[in-house]
């Protein structure tokens, strides 16, 4: 029987499932919300709930100060989530929330908790890999223009003052928690990686996904769906249907 999820600030679920075997925690990109993963629900088997995680300053969360240290949010994020951690549970994180989700699960090791069963990361270094291009310190305009690298910022948000105004400090934040990460040597996880890339995603190229394969002791797998850095929304089915087919085998008895 799962732990019932009350009201936590910490997770957002965008549809109850009495009938959970699984749960999938999910961490988003940076300048994302829990929002991110509401229609995830519908591709993914009946037996698994998503569990978006929900970081503060963003959405519901919009009052709360931000984050901008993976060393100070890991533990926060631990506390708040280290019991609703029932096996089997999985991690899924895009791009920065990769980086969460593979540090959070180093945090439970090290306080001998329950491991997800599965780890994905998905376009996203790997963790020893730097950031070839700091941006969460540049001067605004040059700060936008980069922004317009990326696809997962709409014209129509970039163009509005007012939305900037609260959109850039979360942005900054998101941003920090990657290019400020200082890595540190540990053994290897022992639970299965799966690394997940967009074909044209210049950002998180094969070249620095299959590297993520030093970080398990056991399977390591690399899949490239097409699309660029934000896959995940304009591939979304493919993506689901991978996860679903790599989490089933955990949600049979054994």
């Known amino acids: 029987m799962k732990t019932n999820i009350n009201s936590t600030p910490w997770l957002v679920r965008h549809q109850q499932k009495p009938e959970t075997k699984l749960r999938l925690f999910c961490f988003t990109y940076a300048g994302g919300g829990a929002s991110t993963f509401r229609l995830w629900p519908a591709g993914l088997p009946g037996e698994v709930e998503v ?3 929900q970081l503060p300053g963003r959405e519901n969360r919009i009052a709360e100060p931000l984050i901008n240290a993976i060393d100070k949010l890991v533990p926060m994020v631990c506390d708040a989530l280290i019991a609703y951690c029932d096996p089997p549970f ?24 329950p491991l997800p069963c599965h780890l994905f990361v998905s376009g996203s270094r790997a963790p020893h890999i730097p950031e070839s291009r700091p941006l969460h310190q540049l001067p605004e305009t ?16 970039l163009q509005s ?47 620095v996904l299959d590297p993520w394969a ?41």
């Open 214 to 254: 030093r970080y398990t002791s056991k399977i390591f797998t690399l899949e490239m769906i097409e699309g660029d850095h934000f896959f995940l929304h304009s591939n979304r089915d493919v993506l689901l249907r991978s996860l679903s087919d790599t989490l089933t085998p955990y949600m049979i008895p054994n």
């Open 90 to 113: 999985a991690f899924f994180g895009h791009s920065t929330g990769a980086l969460v989700a593979f540090e959070l699960s180093r945090e439970l090791r090290r306080r001998s908790a």
């Open 51 to 53: 569990c978006a995680v």
């Open 142 to 157: 040059d700060f936008l223009r980069e922004l317009r690298r990326f696809s997962g910022t709409s014209e129509a948000v």
């Open 161 to 207: 003052k007012e939305l900037m105004q609260i959109y850039i400090p979360i942005l900054r934040a998101d941003l920090a928690l990657e290019e400020t990460y200082q890595h540190r040597v540990e053994p290897p996880l022992d639970i299965p990686i799966a690394a997940l890339g967009g074909t044209m995603d210049k950002e998180a190229a094969t070249d």
